[in-house]
């Protein structure tokens, strides 16, 4: 359980303390929740010393969910993405070691399902950290905050797709998922995208944006007990399950991420 960033200035003694330094923001979050995606990694490349600060701060245990760069996504749409691939593991993400979560690939709702396209993407992912290690050889210089291409740990690597236009949300694209053991993200959008829960992974992976309004909206109790039964139902499946809160105006997410917590931790 926990949220999509952390590095919200608005959250200034809203959820963070109002004297705590920006610096210290994921360390007090970090000692909220036990996840975290981290949404920067969308927007541009970090470097290792960016993933090893964030390792730092948080305690033995937590994980990051990283979401996937939208050079890859959005400019490239999924062709001719090895490079880019190399570029993205290569830039840190190997530091992240037993701490990392999921990886979140967003699509935009501009193009279409497209077998041929999707298939040879989930191809090139690496499923666990040397094979990331090997892609991230292949970067080239858009590194120029350093490269990291080696793993001090071997471990297993869960991908999620979040998909927005109306043709992905068919049997086809669920069963090509199915056959790469890649997760299907359920998406509250607000009613603004199609929606579904498949499952089509050993995990699930929610985002919940805001029920009534897009990343502004909060969540009402009844909202959030039909969520926790959603999320208990897919547990007694044997599933594991990452449920982040992007309804970060106004401060909901963070609030409504420890509500959900203290309804699933009273089921127990």
Request: glycine fraction near 6%.
């Amino acid at each position: 359980m926990g949220i999509s960033g952390y590095d919200y200035k608005t959250w200034r003694g809203l959820f963070y303390p109002e004297g705590l330094s920006a610096r210290h923001w994921l360390r007090y979050a970090a000692s909220v929740f036990d996840t975290i995606e981290l949404n920067g990694t969308f927007y541009s490349l970090k470097s290792p010393d960016v993933f090893r600060r964030w390792t730092a701060e948080v305690p033995p245990g937590f994980l990051f969910a990283v979401k996937g760069s939208r050079f890859i996504t959005h400019n490239l749409k999924l062709r001719n993405a090895k490079t880019a691939l190399a570029n993205f593991y290569a830039s840190g993400v190997l530091a992240l070691g037993r701490m990392t979560g999921p990886f979140l690939w967003q699509l935009p709702a501009m193009y279409g399902f497209d077998r041929e396209r999707i298939a040879d993407f989930l191809a090139m992912l690496p499923r666990d950290s040397t094979a990331a290690a090997r892609l991230a050889e292949g970067h080239d210089d858009r590194l120029r905050r350093g490269a990291l291409v080696e793993t001090e740990v071997r471990i297993r690597y869960r991908h999620a797709f979040e998909v927005r236009h109306p043709s992905y949300f068919s049997d086809e694209f669920y069963d090509l998922l199915r056959e790469h053991d890649v997760g299907f993200v359920v998406a509250d959008t607000a009613g603004k995208f199609p929606y579904s829960e498949a499952v089509t992974s050993r995990f699930v992976y929610v985002r919940l944006h805001g029920s009534r309004q897009l990343y502004t909206s909060d969540y009402t109790d009844e909202e959030l007990a039909t969520w926790a039964a959603r999320i208990e139902r897919w547990r007694d499946a044997g599933l594991d399950v990452y449920v982040y809160f992007d309804n970060d105006a106004k401060v909901h997410a963070p609030r409504d991420a420890v509500r959900l917590g203290k309804l699933l931790a009273n089921e127990e």
